[in-house]
């Protein structure tokens, strides 16, 4: 089966300022603010997706996975190393990215599904797909300045699954709304996958990887620790966060 997503020995770092001047006075004169360290935020990753897989990124905070997400999403790029992604890739990572908050949802559903690709004969045809799944019929025509975070959650989505992209890169977006929300993403995630999406989720949250992934992917301190199955990750990287507390 074809891979949808390569990952080949990926670097990446960041300069992380003391107190760094932001004119170029200061930078003249307060020469030593501009002082930096190198932080090395993954360091060798490698791995690959099949089409039509599921696959959870599970890790401590700072350990790089959220870098590693816009780093295939390219918001940014590699230090060093290749990713090679086959297909149209739509993207859940900080949530409401793309939208104007003194447009309406509908506006806004219309400049979001833009951005993936789309055209405005494509969004008409899906725009009450989009809407009817979000369940924000009564406040779609509302700023969306007016939404609550949950609200935002439901729309970023909508419009997410209903572009037909090949990919779905989710972080941690499914954390936010009701229960009864979540289930149904999680039925529509279900789908898509069954209709060959692959889809790649960052998430705290092991049960949600385990009921949806074919595998994870435990990143520890910039390193790939473990990559297996959910259920034999996972024992691995509980039992590590047990002795560590």
Not at 28 to 51: M, Q, T
Not at 67 to 86: A, W
Not at 121 to 131: F, G, R, V
Not at 212 to 230: A, H, N, R, V, Y
Request: proline fraction near 2%; glycine fraction near 6%; include cysteine.
């Amino acid at each position: 089966m074809k891979n949808s997503i390569v990952v080949e020995d990926v670097y990446k770092k960041f300069k992380v300022y003391h107190d760094k001047g932001y004119s170029l006075k200061e930078r003249l004169l307060f020469w030593e603010r501009n002082k930096y360290e190198v932080r090395w935020i993954l360091k060798g990753i490698s791995f690959a997706v099949k089409k039509g897989e599921a696959v959870g990124i599970i890790g401590k905070n700072g350990c790089g996975k959220s870098t590693l997400l816009k780093l295939l999403s390219r918001i940014m790029y590699p230090t060093k190393g290749k990713i090679e992604m086959n297909g149209k890739v739509a993207s859940l990572i900080e949530l409401g990215a793309g939208f104007h908050p003194d447009m309406s949802g509908r506006e806004n559903i219309y400049i979001n599904a833009s951005i993936f690709g789309l055209t405005k004969k494509e969004i008409d045809d899906k725009l009450q797909d989009i809407i009817n799944f979000s369940e924000l019929q009564d406040f779609i025509d509302n700023p969306i300045r007016t939404y609550s975070s949950g609200m935002y959650m439901r729309l970023a989505f909508s419009v997410a699954i209903n572009v037909k992209a090949d990919i779905l890169l989710i972080d941690e977006i499914l954390a936010v709304g009701d229960i009864t929300f979540q289930e149904k993403c999680f039925n529509k995630l279900k789908k898509i996958k069954k209709e060959g999406t692959t889809i790649v989720i960052v998430s705290h949250s092991l049960e949600q990887i385990e009921e949806f992934c074919d595998k994870s992917i435990w990143i520890k301190d910039g390193l790939i620790e473990c990559i297996d199955t959910p259920q034999i990750v996972h024992e691995k990287y509980k039992s590590f966060m047990l002795k560590s507390n």
